[in-house]
């Protein structure tokens, strides 16, 4: 039980948006992903950016690989941000719900 409590605090807490807002965050470096690879997401999560930009309009990214980029971005402690396909409020949800 303590565990599970663990993780969906570490969850609900937005890393980028608390860079965002701290007042001496300095400047916040991000990398664009355009490979559709789990791996190269963990590789460059762990690298020290603030946060990795998933691009799925222009990647061969689908939903599941997509998903699977968040939680290897999300392993190294880096935020995500996600670009949608297309400007649906369909697909947009179906990425919020990753």
């Given at each position: 039980?303590?565990?599970?409590?663990?993780?969906?605090?570490?969850?609900?807490?937005?890393?980028?948006?608390?860079?965002?807002?701290?007042?001496?965050?300095?400047?916040?470096?991000?990398?664009?992903?355009?490979?559709?690879?789990?791996?190269?997401?963990?590789?460059?999560a762990g690298a020290g950016f603030g946060s990795v930009v998933i691009d799925t309009e222009h990647a061969p990214n689908d939903i599941?690989?997509?998903?699977?980029?968040?939680?290897?971005?999300?392993?190294?402690?880096?935020?995500?941000?996600?670009?949608?396909?297309?400007?649906?409020?369909?697909?947009?949800?179906?990425?919020?719900?990753?």
């Amino acid at each position: 039980r303590e565990n599970r409590r663990y993780v969906s605090l570490m969850a609900s807490i937005n890393r980028l948006k608390a860079k965002l807002v701290a007042a001496d965050a300095g400047p916040i470096t991000c990398v664009w992903l355009s490979l559709a690879s789990e791996m190269a997401t963990e590789l460059l999560a762990g690298a020290g950016f603030g946060s990795v930009v998933i691009d799925t309009e222009h990647a061969p990214n689908d939903i599941s690989q997509t998903r699977l980029q968040i939680m290897a971005a999300e392993l190294k402690g880096c935020s995500v941000i996600a670009r949608t396909p297309i400007n649906e409020p369909w697909v947009i949800k179906r990425c919020l719900s990753l």
